[in-house]
């Protein structure tokens, strides 16, 4: 089956998370990338093109002729890869969604709940695919802890834990003239949250992916520990979810001594799970009555769709692009449609929907460190089929 | 040396502390038991006196009674342990101290600030030695993670995480005749908080043990999980710490799968340290510009205090008892006062403005719980030479 | 019911194991110390025996002596700890034995297999009672991977894996005069071995006791890394087992980085178990056919045995102290006697037959060295009831 | 720069190993798999081709026919990467290094040293590149410990120990028509050794690569645990190496519950690292003075040649892929030539010498294991630049 073509917007100079989109969706030969718009400046972007390899007519110095020159192509790109900073997910992901071209977008997936419900409604009034790279949800033993979730092994879920350390900006960072801190630190180009929106909406997005639970309520601390820094980075937020479920949800940036350090525990009337992303491929489960169980990604004894989501045997360690490829998987799939190996695709892919949910837990967490206590934080994004 | 005598309050039949603290206190030979009260049963209590092989006439029924006969004495008792449940700390402790005895007293110190403050006064006004076990300050390895923080290593503090999580609580215990459960689960015996009251207090004083800093506002949620139970069994509380420093302490009973795991996360702005007591004789020690260290109980490049607080060379584990008998040691050097071996004393133990704001902590948790919202928890007790 | 009085030969100045002994035996309350002859220097003897609070009058400068005064008295010691070098655990014990005196000694038992086997003879022909402090078997996991083992849930055995790593002797400690390096290096008083009599030893009976198998064969390469030692610092030995089980065995002081790392690993045909001395607490069990589980000490689904070895509920450390006290548990109960409580003791202490099978397996590894290949090493010590 | 153009032989149904070198391959873009023979069987290399999209007249069913047409062609292939069984190794590599075309052949090399010395000339009298995909030396904290090591800052090494253990083979796999059972325990097709041939001689090239030390003498107990089977499936062996360095080295495929634990332990006089497949991108480092230090992959500490290997942050976890990604990274860069960036290529790729090394290793066990005994295993391969 030949690859799908693909283009990226963004992934420039000084990105790392370009490489690792690109590293992701080629990673099983689905897909192969044909054009980019990779950055705002035209010489740079023409760069990174032929660094890539790319025919230089298919380099852009601009997503809107990008994605006018692609449609009108007779092998145009099957799907686009929005890797901009935050502020540009919106208006690039219209333009080619408008265009008729499936996205692939990062997270927070835009700046404000307003431009998240455009989207929703674009795709839900029959657009093309959309889906947001929260790329945790990819790995194996997080839809081993969904399966365990779902199969009622823990019983009714009481108290979920989630812990996001990293300690890259326990200093300005962003004042050295660092690309990557420069954008996340800027409220113009990141949006309202700081750590919150930069890790605390992965920790947010996996905690619904594995219970199905959603947030109703939150009490957000939000403070700006480094001199000068716009936005905040360090969160501590209290939250009640539905069914009862009650935790913390914790997202710093300052945390000196951690690297990239996502866990989450959730604690059911008759059992737990916690998951490292540090060990991400082991999975502890246990019960109130017996011994504490390793689960490893790759073993027969898993769900049969975590096991789907294996490349190696286990022992041989697969990491983030893996379980950022198992994202990239579900969309080709998808976009290939359920032709294409003549069943039902059911492989998931984090969808308009979900983004639109990180984007107004964004919202109301810092509403609620504003006001300084709880906010009601329930929310149905426009057209969302699950809701 | 000769051993000092001590007696015991509680520790009775289906007690498991009592023991504890009688192996912790005599481990380095330094105290020896020769009387107890150690249930408002009195068979229950002679049968406990005989079994530990108590001289008959030292066996009481009731803690006013042994106070008394003990300090008529010609060899009477040098101290006191008291192990009861939560509502007899306060009668026990004052009965003992008005007759001079120091006295050594479980956590909570007491069910109400005001029952706490009077405790302090007696002390402060020339009463007795009077220590709290705050037992998890007597691992080695937390002193040194004081020492750390002491030494200016971290740089100023940011964040202190502080997680106490147990299972053991997870079903109605309380229903089923346990007496553990039926104690500390009943508000006229443990006090105004269930999870916080048993572990969580511990937390906050660990935290305050090692950083050095108080808190100052809470903003907290604490919730019943169990049916019928009458303290809550979970607590998320947000917590400002004077210097500015934020972060979490959570407080769970109902966390199925664990055991006891305290877990101690300081960031500074130069480097942070992490504890867990499943790994107690550990302490990672990171800065931002190197690998993280684990530091090991018994090392020669400990801290010259730390080392002290060993027994055994590394590699030999040390574990719950030996921190506890950290503690009976510096208790049993005060009391032998400075003349015992020439020099002052520097062991430290707990002592009862500790437990004062031990209690206070609960107090305004347990405030802010019921009022939705950040509260004030700023606090000196009556008389503490060091507020 | 009173403790049992005991005297301890050695354990002088410089010792640390004479203070775990003590420790260890007292724990319970069941043991309580009365004499000793702590050095061969009656003056530091005697400094040792006054710092313990002994009655002068039973604090000896000679083993001899204290043999001699001890039965004679009214009140003599119920048993005797030895706690010497190496070389001179054959003559105390055999004078305490032949004064009917039970004994309790370290390991290894004796230094030459003639004496191991007087021993045998003194106590399989009506002696008294006599334990060897292999203290490893004393760890509850170590239990129940023996329960384990002999449940047939792994199968029959085919692999183990034996690793003991120390690094307190990467230098020449012994020519600084550290009095524990000293003696442990010169085979006038530890013996034919170096590494693999200090600590070897321990890992050779802690493979007997969990998987209940012999040696047959050792192929063994010692090495003396250090210059000026006389005895070998490194070990690497081939072993089989009975019943066609292979493995490893190594013991090495010249570890750099490496506190008290011991090591089991057993694989039989179904499952393995894995136990490592610095996460004592811990057992993990493998199938074939399911995730591994961590089993932990103290909690309910363990093996009764292993149960009634925990002192405190699981996520309370327990240590070496505890470990060694199970083994002077089973040696008090044993001296007590079935009456004692009106049933039989079940406890296990290591015996003279384990002692003569270590000593017996030493001397094997260094014939093997010496010839350089594989030597015969199957063993029944005279007066066995095992065998 | 344009990817260069591949063929692999072997990797057809059932193999696993032949994707994973073509994700290595691909992984950054540097190559691109244009031909192949993937099988014996020329409909089963057909299906493959076309699933992997390629040309259908670049796939052969006979690695003979792909080397002549190849060769003829005006875009040739680049490189081939050879995966089949071990005993088509070296007539697949022959045959196109006499064409002329660059070889990535899996370990082991060869099944005789006889073989192995053949390619050896023929690379050394002016043939192509030829490159061993020994992929754990593509880990980056693997290389750390090389830089360590030549440091100094371990001193001398004294004591090496290799572990390899796997679970996958405890039973009789073969028998059940399973395709990777079957060969690799087949001396038909896997050569004189099992375990040892197929793991432990990863361990063997692992020692050498972070060490600089070659093996001197060797005895080894080989054992065939699993009825029927006709090569060893256990393997222990002492090991000296060159400077007087001691050992051990395990390879295990009966170990039931481990999955792919590869550990390697490295000791000198001053210090010594310990790497652990199963956590991969931690290197813990220990002096004689101070605290273990645990390195991480991506960190700015690490030395200069160590970060070329990472792709991503520190936190972001790279596995196998990214590991063996390193060896076809070095292989590219080097055949493209050092014009190519304009600079010499540093990075290193194990050589045909390596190969070499690890048959005869391999052969030098198996004689050992029949003889009973140690035998000389010293050795150089013919050619070597660097003996």
Known sequence: MPALRYGMVGGGPGAFIGDVHRMAAELDGGAALVAGAFSSDPSASRD????????????????????????????????????T?????????????????????????????????????LVAEGGPLFALTYNYTGYPMVDEARAIVRSGR??????????????????????????????????????????LGDIGTHAHDLARYVTGLEVEEVAADLTTFVDGRRLEDDACVLVRWTGG?????????????????????????????????????????????????????????????????SRLPPGHPEGFIEGFANVYRAV????????????????????VWDGARGVHFLEKAVESARVGGWVDARYDPPGDPGA
Not at 88 to 110: I, N
Not at 174 to 194: L, M, Y
Request: glycine share 10%; net charge negative.
């Open 48 to 83: 990174k093109g032929a660094a890539l390899g790319l025919a230089p007519d298919r380099v852009y110095g601009d997503y809107r002729a990008m994605a006018e020159a692609e449609v009108a192509r007779s092998d145009p790109i099957d799907f686009v890869v929005v890797v």
């Open 85 to 121: 900073p935050n502020h540009l997910h919106f208006p690039v992901a219209r333009t080619f969604l408008e265009a008729g071209v499936p996205v692939v977008c990062d997270k927070p997936m835009t700046t404000t709940v307003e431009d998240a419900e455009t989207l929703c409604r």
């Open 154 to 195: 823990l019983g009714r879920i009481r108290r979920i834990q989630l812990d996001y350390f990293q300690g890259w900006l326990a200093t300005s960072l962003e004042s050295t003239g660092h690309r990557q801190a420069g954008w996340r630190t800027d409220p113009e180009r990141a949006g309202v949250a700081g750590a």
């Open 245 to 309: 479920a009650r935790g913390t949800l914790t997202a710093s940036q300052i945390a000196v001594g951690e690297e990239n350090e996502l866990v989450l525990r959730v604690y059911g009337t008759h059992g737990s799970i916690v998951w490292r992303h540090a060990d991400a491929e082991s999975l502890r489960v246990s019960t109130a009555d017996g011994p504490a169980e390793i689960l490893r990604r790759g073993a027969p004894y898993l769900d049969v769709e975590t096991q789907g989501g």
């Open 332 to 351: 080709i799939e998808a976009i290939r449609g359920p032709d294409a190996d003549g069943g039902e695709t059911t492989r998931r892919f984090p969808t």
